[in-house]
């Protein structure tokens, strides 16, 4: 029988943002018979519950946390340390920054025969004190550092950090790849998401609730919409820590009747056709599954011109990019949206096409694999 190759995930949290996303596709994507794989988390969430269902063994670091802590990281350091020399794998994949430095550092104690590190993007890169920036950034480096082969899910998380001394050839451009979900009709989703309101006019976002994604922009470019637009509704799916403020947000700009934030939506790609136009104003972002996702259902997309989205989004050709934090950019895009059915099913018909042929799902999961293998 030949044996199979033995890698553990290595990820902070578990909630489903891209990182959880990336994990998941790899951990059940791998054939079974090549890979015995398991996945090593720091906490329980929706991540968790989807690998459990899908038969993949957990393994749980009850110190691994995103924010940091010298004595829990410490601690972290330690339980990671203790897995590896009892798991002994011949590959350890590392994502995010703190799982990426503590794992990182913990293989090499441990002399794991091969270690890869994903970059989803940098957080030095969000609204953060000098020091934290700084501390991250430092992070960042000693994972790439310790890891044999770093994945960026864009060019544009590698351009940010490529000049760094001495990492890089370490690094390598996988881009994200999705599988073509299975989309509802447009009459069946809207009718899921807002039963006896067929009639409003539904703009959408997928999305965690936090800073960087800046769900206010959105919120602002909807209020001044309204007046124009009375029927208008922008749904926002995903939960997340800044779900209280969006809250007040939407309370202060007297826009309750036209936002709704849904939580967490299982499977909520299958309701995108559901949406006239589908918004993506990050600050900052390395790529977006939700984006190629959108792309994948044909929808016009206005986005945020930074990070790796205009590796998806040609500007006036596959989409409309405007500026990030500017909501009256935001809201003239989707009034131009609005107006022209005809360049709403033109930019969806070049978006699709693009999505198709740049992120493809085997082609990441082959280009994965085979740095597993170098």
């Keep these: 029988m030949v044996k199979r190759t033995k890698i553990l995930y290595v990820i902070t949290k578990s909630s489903w943002g891209g990182a959880q996303r990336y994990v998941y596709d790899l951990a059940t994507a791998l054939p079974r018979n090549q890979f015995e794989v398991a996945v090593v988390v720091g906490s329980d969430g929706i991540l968790v519950d989807r690998l459990r269902d899908a038969n993949v063994r957990i393994i749980s670091v009850t110190n691994l946390q995103r924010d940091i802590s010298l004595g829990r990281d410490l601690k972290a350091l ?17 994502n995010s920054s703190k799982a990426g430095g503590l794992g990182g550092l913990a293989a090499l104690l441990t002399h794991v025969p091969r270690v890869i590190f994903t970059a989803h993007g940098w957080a030095f890169n969000e609204k953060r004190p000098l020091w934290q920036k700084i501390i991250l950034y430092l992070t960042y480096i000693t994972a790439i550092i310790l890891a044999d082969r770093t994945v960026c899910v864009s060019n544009a998380v590698f351009r940010d950090v490529h000049s760094a001394p001495g990492i890089s050839y370490k690094l390598k451009v996988i881009p994200l790849g999705i599988h073509f979900p299975t989309y509802d009709t447009c009459d069946k989703a809207r009718h ?38 009375p029927d208008i509704l922008l749904l926002v799916a995903g939960e997340g820590p800044y779900r209280t403020f969006l809250e007040k947000e939407i309370e202060r700009r007297g826009v309750g009747k036209h936002v709704r934030l849904l939580g967490f939506v299982p499977d909520v790609a299958t309701y995108l056709k559901a949406f006239e136009v589908f918004l993506f104003p990050s ?12 792309g994948a259902a044909a929808l016009p997309v206005v986005a945020t011109r930074v990070g790796g989205i205009p590796e998806v989004i040609t ?41 198709h042929y740049n992120f493809d799902f085997k082609r990441m999961i082959a280009d994965t694999v085979a740095l597993y293998h170098l």
């Design 78 to 94: 330690h339980e990671l340390y203790r897995i590896f020399k009892k798991e002994r794998p011949h590959i350890v994949h590392l």
């Design 192 to 229: 899921t998401l807002v039963h006896g309101e067929e009639h409003r006019r539904l703009i959408g976002m997928v999305s965690e609730l936090h800073p960087t994604k800046r769900v206010e922009d959105a919120i602002a470019a909807i209020e001044k919409l309204k007046v124009r637009y």
């Design 283 to 294: 600050r900052t972002e390395a790529l977006g599954y939700a984006l190629l996702e959108a």
């Design 315 to 355: 500007d006036e050709a596959s989409g409309i990019l405007v500026m990030p934090r500017h909501p009256e950019q935001l809201a003239n895009a989707i009034s131009r949206f609005l107006e022209d059915p005809a360049l709403r099913e033109r930019m969806g018909e070049t978006l699709i096409r693009r999505v």
